[in-house]
């Protein structure tokens, strides 16, 4: 991909940033920059773009994206509608490895914090019932001020780092490449398709979104983000058919073509080779995480 840098910036008196955003559109874009970064999706639904990872997120999410590693929520189209019946709140807090100093994750109480920075840069997914914990420490750190700020990071970054219910997000051979010049042709391709997978791409008209020949697509979407677009497809589609299976609002071939494939069969081999699981697999793990 080729993400866009953003600067993150942090008041007089702070050290690190943390701020309550109230619009979708604040993450809504393909970037990425030096600081770490820990976020509570409070509310909203959308696509999830870690590395080269493509997941749905939904209301409650808590991710931890480490230094320079591209990252990108799509909130979905309802959170654009004007007048818009919902609406998004995130909780974020940027701050640099070494903030506390080049000594502080040194030392040997440090370790697990240390090595949670560094599995970082894959992205990490935090599950289970430390969310609510990490959420709330989030929440006090948007008000709190001094060295309370530090302790609450610090606390957050303990409970992530020894929680056993976390999963890393981009995959380990995952490489960036910070090409600036072709951010706008991909943020392109991700805005069409996610707006558009429901029905057959054809391959003519995504290249012309991207203003090059059907026949050097492929090849260039592969160069870029080290899978085919096809498989990008694929994914984007399955990570819908999870959020619905978790709303639980449709049935199985409902939910099949609204996830844009055409038959029951293939939706069941792809969202089995996508996710390890059978959709009602999927489904019946996520209630009993949810219920116990």
């Known amino acids: 991909m080729k993400p866009q840098l953003l600067k993150v910036s942090t008041g007089p008196a702070q050290s690190f940033s943390v701020r309550r955003d109230l619009v979708p559109y604040m993450n809504n874009k393909w970037h ?3 600081e770490v970064e820990l976020i ?15 997941k749905s997120f939904r209301s409650g999410d808590i991710v931890l994206v480490g230094a320079h590693l591209a990252h990108y929520w799509r909130f979905d189209d309802i ?11 995130v909780r974020v807090a940027h701050f640099s490895e070494n903030f506390w100093g080049d000594h ?13 920075l560094e599995n970082s840069r894959r992205g990490i997914q935090v599950n289970g019932k430390i969310k609510i914990q990490v959420a709330n420490l989030l929440e006090q ?11 609450l990071l610090m606390e957050a970054l303990n409970l992530i780092a020894n929680s056993n219910q976390t999963v890393k997000l981009s995959s380990i051979g995952f490489k960036q490449d910070y090409d600036e010049t072709e951010n706008i042709k991909i943020n392109a391709i991700y805005n069409y398709s996610l707006e558009n997978f429901r029905r057959k791409i054809q391959l ?7 203003v090059i020949s059907p026949n050097s697509f492929c090849r260039y979407f592969k160069s870029k983000t080290g899978k085919t677009y096809s498989r990008f497809l694929t994914e984007v589609k399955v990570g819908h058919a999870c959020r619905l299976l978790i709303e639980n609002k449709l049935n ?3 939910l099949c073509y609204e996830s844009g494939f055409n038959n029951m069969a293939s939706f069941h081999k792809y969202f089995k080779m996508t996710t390890g699981k059978s959709p009602l ?10 219920t116990n």
């Open 32 to 34: 990425y920059h030096p």
């Open 40 to 54: 509570h999706l409070k509310k909203g639904v959308g696509t999830q773009f870690i590395g080269d990872s493509i």
């Open 79 to 89: 959170y654009f509608k004007n007048p818009s019946k919902v609406s998004a709140d």
């Open 104 to 116: 502080f994750l040194n030392l040997p109480e440090n370790k697990p914090i240390k090595s949670l």
């Open 141 to 151: 750190m948007v008000t709190s001020e001094g060295a309370n700020r530090i302790i």
């Open 204 to 210: 003519e008209e995504i290249a012309n979104v991207a």
């Open 252 to 254: 199985i071939k409902q």
């Open 281 to 290: 697999s999927y489904q019946k793990e996520f209630i009993s995480q949810h």
